[in-house]
Structures are given as structure tokens and as C-alpha cells.
Nanobody, 123 residues
Framework: QVQLAESGGGLVQAGGSLRLSCVSS????????MGWFRQAPGKEREFVAY????????YYSDSVKGRFTISRDDARSTVYLQMNSLKPEDTAVYYC????????????????WGQGTQVTVSS
């Protein structure tokens, strides 16, 4: 079983930055990467970024490409999401999740999720 815990959310003005962290614990055997998703009120959960363990490839949604960066620190079992040039439309609860198989942008491909951390961007 894998436990995930996000932190680092908060209130920031438009144009500002935040760095989210996702710490994993437990047995992570067989997992191939970690994804970040977000969910705004009244909207479906959407893909934000993904980091594959093999070859270190990263993928981003078009809405965050060039502004957000996903990275990992294996020694700390932590995946980060650096968010720059934040916009009010980035306001959402952000979740990290572990991928065993399937499409990285599809929520149904992930089996373990964190509890989420709120990010609010004021205009």
C-alpha cells in the first residue's frame, strides 16, 4: 500500500509562485510514475503534470506548460510541482497520484491519491 501526502498550497497573488510537495510512503513496487491533478469547484478533476520514473520524462497539460515544472527527489521520496506565473484560473485543489499502468493523463489509471492541497490565486 502507498500513502501520499501533499503540502505547500496556499493563497497567492496572480503572477506569484508556489511549490507543492508530495511525499510517498509505503511499498511502491511496480509503480511507473507520479502525476499531479487539480479540481476546481464544479469541475472535473484534470491532468496537470506527470513524471515517469524511467528516463525521467515529464509531460504537462497545455494550460500549464511553460509555467509549471514537475520534479522528483528520490532520497526524500518526494515529487514536487513548481508553479510559476500563477493565474486565477489555476485555483483548485491539487492532488498527487501514483501510476501503475495506463494513460498518464487519465484519472482512472491511478490507484493511490493524496488528500489534496488547496491553491488559491487572487487577481
Amino acid at each position: 500500500q502507498v500513502q501520499l501526502a501533499e503540502s505547500g498550497g496556499g493563497l497567492v497573488q496572480a503572477g506569484g509562485s508556489l511549490r507543492l510537495s508530495c511525499v510517498s510512503s509505503g511499498r511502491a513496487i511496480g509503480y511507473i510514475g507520479m502525476g499531479w491533478f487539480r479540481q476546481a469547484p464544479g469541475k472535473e478533476r484534470e491532468f496537470v503534470a506527470y513524471a515517469a520514473w524511467i528516463q525521467g520524462r515529464t509531460y504537462y497539460s497545455d494550460s500549464v506548460k511553460g509555467r509549471f515544472t514537475i520534479s522528483r527527489d528520490d532520497a526524500r521520496s518526494t515529487v514536487y510541482l513548481q508553479m510559476n506565473s500563477l493565474k486565477p484560473e489555476d485555483t483548485a485543489v491539487y492532488y498527487c497520484a501514483s501510476l501503475r499502468r495506463g494513460t498518464y493523463s487519465d484519472t482512472s489509471s491511478y490507484d493511490y491519491w493524496g488528500q489534496g492541497t488547496q491553491v488559491t490565486v487572487s487577481s
